[in-house]
């Protein structure tokens, strides 16, 4: 999948600052509502028009496919994702300090300056999806870039999971990880990616992860053979499960997932995780992924401003506050797509929603969708995980950017900036205005 946006002048250190121009938007109203007092970015100079893609990371893929190679270009511009969690405000309160954040995944990479000297147990991350999770969970400030992590005061520590050679997990793997997160005092536990059963392996390592004050973050969805299915842990309730919405806020599953149970998945909030940048492994360009992996580490990042915010709160308070203050889905708290909502850093910070209009002008960096429609399978694998289970997926990663809601996968127009946010969104329900 190609992400469009443009060049400029050249940047120390080999990397190529990005603004966006013909085929990114440059949006004069946010795209989705955030709190009143979320700054918008600064402006800097006129781009080029000379074009280039961004490269994606995926939380899957075959096994012969090669490693995910250093990006080189940068992208000046906050993120959109940065406004829409009022991350500017929010880190005048709270940067995560002397929190730490347990990645599991296959790797996390630390070669990006924003990640340099903040990873323990740092390691060549061939997927890259590690090294993603981290940055948007924690990545520092770094000059010329608009991209900055949730917590970036936060410490990394990589939990090595799954097969490193495709991303793949069982639920054993998730519960040495969790198991090996605790015994190093992780104050928050990101699952990266789900599995496809749970087991009593890791109900009991969730358990000893509550028991130890440690937040379990998780994905609500995994892949399956034939599409998304309720992952886990995250259907323990004692798990933070978070679901994905787009860049207007809407979530991207567009109807619930039923287990084996028929009940359907749970979700207790929805966060970023369509068209979001951030770092990868082996240098300073970069990336942009998706899905419910992504989601779940600005939920982690949340979680870790919270705790260092307000380190009195217990594990299971810093759920609750975090659920509690989250834009209200129209459905309620038992919104089988939306659980409690969007997630809202800064309310989690000071307990409380904000009020007012919550609209605000400024300038994002919008990552464009593929012109080709939905993501494509350039070819299909078998993998086999250390579960014993084979999972049929696309070597494009059909298994992160699942949805392919043709009204939204075409490129954007210069002048064109994302849809608006559904009011039904909005903070407050229906009428999109905190009571």
């Avoid at 300090?97 to 990645?103: E, H, I």
Wanted: proline share 9%; hydrophobic share 45%.
């Amino acid at each position: 999948m190609e992400y469009r946006s443009t060049t400029r002048r050249s940047a120390p250190r080999g990397r190529r600052p990005l603004r966006g121009a013909a085929a990114v938007a440059l949006l004069a109203l946010g795209p989705m509502a955030a709190p009143a007092h979320a700054a918008s970015p600064e402006p800097s100079a006129s781009p080029s028009a000379e074009p280039t893609a961004l490269p994606e990371i995926t939380a899957l893929k075959v096994p012969d496919d090669p490693c995910v190679s250093a990006g080189s270009d940068v992208v000046a511009e906050a993120p959109w994702t940065h406004h829409a969690l009022g991350l500017t405000e929010a880190h005048e309160l709270s940067r995560g300090s002397g929190t730490t954040v347990a990645v599991l995944a296959t790797a996390v990479d630390d070669g990006a300056g924003a990640l340099s000297g903040a990873v323990a147990g740092a390691s060549t991350d061939c997927l890259g999806f590690g090294s993603f999770l981290a940055g948007v969970a924690a990545a520092r400030t770094e000059p010329g870039s608009g991209f900055v992590g949730v917590a970036p005061g936060a410490r990394i520590t990589a939990v090595a999971t799954g097969e490193r050679d495709s991303g793949l997990t069982s639920a054993g793997q998730i519960a040495s990880g969790i198991t090996d997160a605790v015994a190093a005092d992780a104050d928050v536990i990101l699952v990266g990616t789900a599995a496809l059963a749970g087991s009593a392996a890791l109900d009991e390592a969730v358990a000893a992860a509550v028991a130890a004050d440690a937040v379990v973050v998780a994905p609500a969805t995994a892949q399956g053979p034939d599409g998304p299915v309720p992952g886990h842990p995250a259907q323990n309730p004692d798990v933070l499960s978070v679901a994905s919405h787009d860049v207007a806020g809407v979530p991207v599953l567009e109807a619930p997932l039923m287990g084996e149970d028929d009940e359907p998945a749970r979700v207790d909030v929805i966060a970023p995780g369509d068209r979001v940048m951030g770092v990868g492994p082996g240098g300073d360009g970069h990336f942009v992924s998706a899905g419910d992996g992504v989601a779940a580490a600005f939920a982690a990042g949340a979680a870790a401003l919270l705790r260092s915010h307000a380190p009195d709160l217990t594990g299971a308070q810093v759920r609750e506050r975090l659920t509690s203050t989250a834009y209200a889905s129209p459905g309620g708290a038992s919104d089988p797509l939306a659980g409690h909502g969007r997630i809202d850093p800064l309310a989690a910070l000071t307990g409380r929603p904000a009020a007012g209009d919550t609209r605000v002008p400024g300038e994002e960096y919008v990552p464009d969708p593929s012109p080709r429609g939905s993501v494509e399978a350039a070819t299909t694998a078998a993998v086999v995980g250390a579960a014993g289970f084979v999972v049929v997926f696309s070597a494009l990663a059909g298994a992160v950017l699942r949805r392919g809601r043709a009204r939204r996968w075409r490129p954007a127009a210069a002048s064109e900036r994302p849809p608006d946010i559904d009011t039904r969104w909005g903070p407050g329900g229906t009428s999109g205005d905190r009571p």
